[in-house]
């Protein structure tokens, strides 16, 4: 059974939706009670014994989990170090772990009464996920996304499209994923007692954050008990990239109990931080338009990457999923806490260790996993052999082809 | 100043046998001596009291109209401190009435809470209105409101419980701001359906604090009939769009804000 109650020992948001400071609510009136309701139900379904096993069911049967964890022997042989073990949310149907998220709250929504569902998208991997969830369980789906994402990710849009879903360009401000946020909530706004909004990420008002990492926690509580069968014990350190922070949260959730396990968040350092085009929330920056701040964001107190007058930066990263000017809060709270910690890796690094894993271990990563490979590659050089790292691979690279290859065959031509 | 001024304003026009009337600009929109021109302007047909839009990159309670107002003024280059001056001058030329500054809770955070509502208070400006502030959240910046004698709004919508509208009644000064409909800012034909009622419901609980539609008002019309049973109106996304790309926007607004006083 997977139990998505509450384990004693793991912090939860305390009757404001806080974390610690972080977290809460800050959203229009209209969607107050709306979030009430959701709050409700959610407390009511997560401990319901049905629901449980419904998603349990469509989890093991549908999505294909547990999914398995791989020793990256030729990586951790070329690095001379640690020992690498990929999570390989990258095989789950629809290709990363968004689906966990999205089936869960699509679940939710079902069991709710609603009658709609929208969602925003980046990259397209939630809404792929979303629009698969609602053919699955068969509600219409309208799903927002940033005219420059849709022509960066043309092969999504026409995936959700195929699912059934209705994709809508969102053509304000920067017409990127934040955008799509913003078109969603309104959307929301609008339909406030028919439709539910699924979230892609551990973000925006409570309970939000606490639904979506409920959900997302399948994978540290399976990385966890594969280890100790596989390998006989619990990793060194499990890194994880960070966009909103769900695939982040859901590994590290395993291990929270687990003192001696360093947690490890990866950003978007993008061309580096001193450019200010970046994604890294939590990197130290002086720039006068692109620094991290505590700040209010779409209905959740964070840090959030912002110009000194308060207004939102816009954000770059080589991947989609990692572009976004704010971070889960419950990450702001690990790391206040000092249970986690987070780093960051650069568009380059990236890229070179998506090279890197897909020739040493035939595994073609999604760039936002790959920044999490990067960060394993600094690191295990610098450890004894036995040492373990665990890399979350929150999702497979088919759907960075277009952004890769241009790049990759410049960087081989100048090699020569 | 402050929450007397607002209560006079909204004692004279209830004396006058009519709603209050409370047009919304964008600070900086088209550009800033653009909307200085037509705050003065507002006041000069007649505005019973002023929102101040002050712009942000996310306006999550803002439809298109408001979205790209804020948009073009921060693209050229409007701040928190900008609008404050604007403010500031507005009161200087002799605007009169009572002005509220509407703005997201991110760049005041930005600014810092406390110094926020000093400094707009110091600039002239009578109250604050946060969207995305409720009241839960609001400890901090009510108590630096009550230090400046400045008004911090609250909201109900069609979605809040009887609890919600009690709460926002109990911890609003100078009016209780009545979303009319489930929706984001933006001009409607038609008024929302069981609005009366619905603003009869606030009244209920409002303990005498003046209440206030927007969202959707659009119309001289929809003026008259809101104005039987609430004390005031806004109208945003209407102005905006009759008078933001008019050749003089300041004249337009000033002709807009005349035809919506159906009593003169």
Redesign the interface.
Same mark, same amino acid.
């Given at each position: 059974m997977v139990a998505l109650s509450r384990t004693t020992q793991t912090p939860t948001p305390d009757a404001a939706g806080k974390f610690g400071a972080y977290g809460g609510r800050f959203v229009p009136e209209t969607l107050m009670p709306v979030l009430d309701e959701l709050a409700e139900a959610y407390e009511e379904l997560r401990d319901d014994a049905t629901f449980r096993a419904e998603y349990e069911h469509l989890l093991h049967t549908y999505v294909g989990r547990p999914s398995p964890i791989t020793h990256a022997r030729r990586l951790s042989e070329h690095l001379g170090g640690a020992q690498i073990y990929l999570k390989r949310e990258d095989l789950l149907h629809t290709g990363a772990h968004k689906i966990n998220n999205a089936l869960g709250q699509v679940l939710l929504a079902k069991r709710m009464g609603k009658r709609r569902v929208i969602a925003e998208t980046g990259a397209g991997q939630h809404g792929v996920a979303t629009a698969t969830a609602c053919a699955l369980l068969g509600l219409p789906c309208v799903v927002y996304m940033g005219a420059v994402d849709m022509q960066r990710q043309q092969p999504n849009v026409f995936r959700m499209r195929l699912l059934g879903a209705e994709v809508r360009a969102v053509e304000s401000g920067t017409r990127t994923l934040k955008d799509a946020v913003n078109e969603a909530i309104r959307d929301w706004v609008a339909h406030p007692h028919d439709t539910y909004y699924v979230i892609g990420s551990a973000l925006g008002p409570h309970p939000y954050p606490t639904i979506c990492r409920d959900f997302q926690s399948v994978i540290g509580r399976e990385a966890r008990a594969q280890m100790l069968a596989q390998v006989g014990r619990l990793p060194d350190q499990v890194i994880a990239c960070v966009g909103g922070g769900s695939n982040a949260i859901g590994i590290f959730y395993g291990f929270l109990n687990d003192e001696r396990v360093r947690l490890v968040g990866v950003e978007a350092g993008g061309r580096g931080i001193e450019s200010g085009e970046h994604a890294a929330r939590f990197a130290e920056s002086a720039h006068p338009q692109v620094a991290g701040r505590v700040g209010i964001f779409q209905g959740m107190k964070t840090v959030v990457l912002q110009n000194a007058d308060g207004q939102i930066a816009n954000t770059h990263s080589i991947s989609a999923g990692l572009d976004y000017a704010g971070v889960g809060p419950e990450h702001v709270y690990l790391r206040e806490i000092g249970r986690a910690e987070y780093t960051y890796a650069t568009d380059e690094e990236a890229l070179q260790a998506f090279n890197l894993l897909c020739r040493l271990e035939g595994i073609i990563p999604a760039l936002e996993s790959a920044h999490a490979v990067a960060e394993a590659i600094r690191r295990a050089p610098t450890l004894p052999r036995d040492q373990i790292l665990l890399v979350n691979l929150s999702g497979r690279g088919d759907k960075d082809l277009n952004t890769v290859m241009p790049l990759l065959e410049e960087e081989n031509n100048g090699v020569g | 100043m402050g929450l007397e001024a607002i209560a006079a304003a909204f004692a004279r026009a209830r004396a006058e046998g009519r709603p209050a009337l409370m047009p919304y600009w964008s600070l900086g929109y088209p550009d800033a001596p653009t909307s200085l021109r037509v705050i003065q302007a507002l006041a000069e047909a007649g505005a019973d009291l002023i929102e101040l839009g002050v712009p942000? @990159?996310?306006?999550?309670?803002d439809?298109?109209i408001i979205?790209h107002a804020n948009?073009v003024a921060?693209t050229r280059g409007i701040?928190?401190?900008a609008c404050m001056a604007l403010a500031a001058q507005a009161r200087q030329s002799g605007v009169r009435v009572p002005m509220l500054a509407m703005g997201?809770?991110?760049?005041?955070?930005?600014?810092g809470e406390a110094r926020y509502a000093a400094d707009w208070a110091a600039a002239g400006v009578d109250g604050l209105i946060v969207?995305?502030?409720?009241p839960?959240?609001a400890t901090t910046l009510e108590a630096a409101c009550a230090a400046h004698d400045l008004a911090l709004v609250?909201?109900?919508?069609?979605? @809040?419980?009887e609890a919600?509208i009690q709460l926002?009644a109990s911890h609003a000064t100078g009016f209780i701001y009545i979303?009319s409909v489930?929706?984001?800012t933006g001009p409607r034909e038609q008024l929302a359906e069981g609005l009366r009622d619905y603003v009869l419901r606030v009244k209920a609980y409002a303990n005498g604090k003046p209440v206030v539609v927007g969202f959707g008002i659009s119309k001289p019309e929809h003026v008259r009939e809101v104005g039987q049973f609430a004390d005031g109106v806004i109208v945003a996304s209407a102005l905006l769009r009759h008078a933001g790309e008019a050749a003089d926007p300041a004249a337009a607004a000033f002709e807009f804000v005349r035809t919506l006083q159906y009593w003169r």
């Open positions: - | 942000f @990159s996310d306006p999550l309670a439809g298109p979205q948009h921060l701040t928190v401190r997201y809770a991110n760049p005041m955070l930005a600014y969207p995305d502030l409720p839960e959240e609250q909201f109900t919508a069609p979605t @809040s419980t919600r926002a979303v489930a929706g984001v």
